[in-house]
């Protein structure tokens, strides 16, 4: 594996703990066990946004990716790549004969019936603000917390969760990424006055920043019940409410858009994957652990302990972890190749490189025959 010169000893030791629930490539599984992840997402005016983030998913290893769209989005997303399953079936208010009377339920249900078939979602790269689409998908989000279906949430998803929190709130199995302008707009939703990263960057000397910012995040999580939140910036802050971990991973300097698409799909594998972990779908010489992390001490006790097979609450802000340092080696490795004319799409051919940079194959995967 190819020197990490910028990653801090604490970041390495994560990554180690990270590699422990990517499922080695072993002969012995079939198609789909190492991951089906579906995008809900892609209108007529985005189509972009979810074929990056379906695609970084697709390039980090998932077996099969999805893309669940608006009719007008399909034949373009899927125009991008064969590799990719589309999906027309995200309903809008083009595709209904009167959308002010629908029945939301109803019309989810053909999303609903694939559900069971998938290991995570990933909800708002391309959604759009058509409001029969908002309210379908506030349904699937509804029956995918039933089904105790992961997923993240972001762009419009995150509209939908400002507008009806109670949607997450205390729900333990989903990520949200807001940027500085929505993570803004959900604190104020939920009443809670918190300082933003621009206002921290302003009145705050560098010593001070990272607390503030954690303790901005902390607040944001505790307020939703303790769903976990990767909120992006100049470096990303990731929390539970309970324990928290700061991305310290160096990123490109280029803010183009699409970047956070990468973001979302590459976490929608990482829960695939951490889905995989918890099912014991192969062999680990850890010991197991009976007890849930329920505080920041429980979580650093099972990071630092190598032996330790992980409880859900770590391996959930562990997963996001790497999703977030996988997103920003995929920018720096980017920008250094395209300067300023960096594109989303660079980021995309970067997801492999990133990931085996900073994490590596686990010992047992037969990478060659």
């Known amino acids: 594996m190819e020197s990490v010169h910028h990653v801090s000893t604490s970041s390495k030791i994560l990554f180690g703990k990270v590699r422990k629930i990517v499922p080695p490539m072993l002969e012995k599984f079939h198609k789909g066990q190492l991951g089906r ?16 983030s379906a695609m970084a998913s697709a ?26 399953m589309v999906h027309p079936i995200l309903p809008s208010v083009d595709t209904v004969k009167d959308p002010k009377s629908i029945d939301a339920p109803s019309l989810a249900s053909p999303i609903i019936s694939m559900l069971s078939r998938l290991h995570a979602l990933v ?19 509804k029956e995918a917390r039933t089904q105790s279906i992961p997923f993240v949430l972001d762009a419009d998803g995150l509209l939908i969760v400002t507008e009806h929190p109670d949607l997450v709130k ?27 990263q621009a206002d921290i960057a302003k009145n705050e000397q560098d010593g001070d920043k990272i607390n503030k910012e954690t303790e901005a995040c902390e607040q944001l999580s505790k307020a939703l019940g303790g769903v976990t939140i990767i909120q992006k910036g100049s470096h990303d802050v990731i929390s539970n409410g309970a324990a928290s971990i700061i991305s310290d991973i160096r990123g490109g300097l280029k ?21 995989a972990y918890h099912a014991r779908m192969w062999d680990s010489d850890e010991k197991d652990n009976d007890k849930e992390a329920e505080n920041k001490d429980d979580v650093r006790a099972e990071l630092e302990d190598e032996n330790k097979r992980m409880s859900p609450a770590t ?15 995929c920018s720096r490795r980017a920008f250094e190749a395209k300067g300023r004319s960096m594109q989303a799409s ?6 492999h490189g990133s990931f085996l940079r900073l994490i590596g194959e686990p010992e047992a995967s037969k990478t060659h025959l």
């Not at 990424?177 to 604190?187: D, I, K, M, S």
């Not at 660079?346 to 997801?351: F, G, M, S």
């Open 37 to 52: 992840v579906a995008v809900i997402g892609g209108c007529v005016d985005y189509t972009g946004a979810p074929y990056f």
């Open 346 to 351: 660079d980021l995309t051919e970067e997801v």
């Open 315 to 329: 391996t959930l802000l562990l997963a996001a972890w790497a999703g977030s340092a996988i997103t920003r080696e």
């Open 170 to 196: 205390g729900y333990k199995q989903c990520i949200l990424t807001p940027n500085v302008v929505e993570f803004g707009r959900l604190a104020k939703a939920l009443g809670i006055k918190v300082a933003s």
């Open 255 to 275: 803010r183009s858009g699409g970047q956070g698409d990468t973001l979302t799909g590459s976490l929608g594998t990482m829960l695939a994957w951490r889905a």
């Open 123 to 141: 909800i708002g790269p391309g959604l759009g603000r058509d409001e029969v689409t908002l309210k379908v998908v506030a349904e699937v989000i």
């Open 59 to 84: 390039k980090l290893g998932c077996d099969m990716s999805h893309v669940l769209c608006e009719r007008s989005a399909a034949p373009v997303v899927k125009s991008y790549s064969p590799n990719l």
